[in-house]
């Protein structure tokens, strides 16, 4: 069961490409309408992970304009932007840097960008909250199936020690693919709310750092490293 849990772990909190049955069409809402909480910004790894090298980095979408705004004077010359591109980055990073966490998942020893800066939004049912993260399944679709893709869940159960020590559990009902809307799969959340069943185990994970601004830079934070050559 450990080992099916840090498997969906990696799937959820990296926003998964593989098959998981999981997953819903539909968000708990429809659009982001919950605040983020800053203090999910930074560096995290799970304790029951069995490379203590592997972590998460949880972006802004702020940290990702500067990234943007990075390449495109790097890229000037050879691959230069249209002032209509930069304002409609612009405009998307306004809209989401209330409301969007960006997730990237780093594995091979906290050194390979498996999953990167997928935006996953909060959404709160009743008093608790819970993540709502885009899944898609490539896979399914190469293999000429269909079309798979929606949200996965977590639901955060505790956040303690100055925000540095959170508690979390996936939401693991097969059932939720065939609800037909975000105010379905909300009322289905909150009917199993508190049944122990509705959930995988929880896990844990603790914020090694606060620091967030570079998925490049963060790679020797994370894990007291001589900067990669790249």
């Not at 304009?65 to 409609?88: C, H, I, L, R």
């Not at 594995?107 to 009743?126: C, I, M, Q, T």
Request: glycine fraction near 6%; proline fraction near 3%.
């Amino acid at each position: 069961m450990k080992k099916y849990i840090l498997y969906c772990l990696t799937l959820v909190l990296g926003v998964g490409m593989v098959g998981c049955e999981n997953y819903s069409k539909y968000g708990i809402d429809e659009r982001p309408i919950t605040k983020i909480d800053t203090n999910m910004f930074g560096i995290w790894k799970a304790l029951e992970d069995s490379n203590r090298y592997d972590y998460f980095i949880v972006q802004s979408a702020d940290d990702l304009f500067k990234e943007y705004g990075q390449w495109v004077a790097k890229n000037a010359t050879t691959q230069p932007t249209t002032a209509k591109d930069f304002v409609k980055r612009y405009k998307e990073t306004k809209e989401a840097r209330d409301y969007k966490y960006y997730i990237t998942r780093m594995d091979n020893d906290g050194l390979n960008r498996h999953y990167e800066k997928f935006g996953a939004f909060p959404s709160k049912v009743g008093r608790a909250t819970f993540l709502n993260i885009p899944y898609f399944n490539f896979d399914k679709l190469a293999e000429g199936g269909e079309d798979e893709e929606g949200y996965m869940f977590v639901r955060i159960l505790d956040v303690k020690h100055n925000n540095y020590l959170m508690t979390v559990a996936v939401v693991s009902d097969k059932s939720l693919k065939y609800l037909p809307s975000s105010a379905a799969v909300r009322k289905h959340i909150s009917k199993n709310l508190n049944n122990p069943l509705f959930y995988s185990d929880t896990l844990h994970l603790i914020r090694v750092s606060n620091y967030h601004e570079s998925v490049k830079d963060s790679r020797n934070i994370a894990n007291h490293r001589e900067p990669p050559v790249e």
